[in-house]
Structure formats: C-alpha cells, structure tokens
C-alpha cells in the first residue's frame, strides 16, 4: 500500500523559516517525479516546485523562486521544500505529489500525471 505523508507544517512570522518534509512508502521513490502544492480555501490547488526523479532537474512557480528549495533523498524516499524569507501569501496546505516521468512543467502547472497525494501539512504565516 502507497503511503505519502507530509510533515513539518507550522505557525510561523513572515521572514522565517520551514521546512516541509514528505515521507513515501510502499513505492520505489526513484522511479517517480516528486512536487509540492499548494491550496487555500476556495482556490484551486497550484504547483510551488517540482523535481526530477534524479533530483538533478527542478522547477519553482515565480511566486517562490530565490526563496524555496526543493529537494530529494532517494536513500531514504523522502521529499523536501525549505521556505525561507516566508510572507502571508505563502499560507496554505502544502501538499506532495508523487508523479510519473513528464517534464516538471506538465506536472506542476497541469497537475499532469500524479498518481498518489498526500493528506497535506497546513503551513500559516502570520504577518
């Protein structure tokens, strides 16, 4: 059985720091494109950063480039987003995606070939 569960969610002021972990089970991570999301209420649930199965290629949304780093530990199948210098539009769940081999474009803007989601970690920055 397919396990993904978010970690690392919090209360924090604008200007800190998270970070978001994602931890899988029950898959071989390797062989999967890895993003995390975001959604507030009422909105549509949107890509933050993607990367490769490799962890060699990424992609951030123009909202968090320059403050967001997406990584991967493929030896211990885990996902990570570090949010720095963080602002009150960063709210929201943040959510992983685990995702077949498309180019992190598809997947991130379209939603394009994500098999499993994980239940969210709600992330609040107050200002």
């Known amino acids: 059985q397919v396990r993904v569960e978010e970690s690392g969610g919090a209360v924090v002021q604008a200007g800190g720091s998270l970070r978001l972990s994602c931890e899988t089970r029950g898959l071989t991570f390797d062989d999967y494109n890895m993003g995390w999301f975001r959604q507030t209420p009422g909105k549509e649930r949107e890509g933050v950063s993607c990367?490769?199965?490799?962890?060699?290629?990424?992609l951030y949304k123009d909202p968090v480039k320059g403050r967001f780093t997406i990584s991967r530990d493929n030896t211990n199948n885990r996902l990570y987003l570090q949010m720095n210098s963080l602002q009150p539009e960063d709210s929201g769940t943040y959510f992983c995606a685990v995702a077949g081999i498309y180019r992190l474009e598809q997947i991130c803007t379209q939603k394009h070939g994500i098999n499993y989601w994980g239940k969210g970690t709600l992330v609040t920055v107050s200002s």
């Open positions: 990367i490769s199965w490799s962890g060699r290629e990424t």
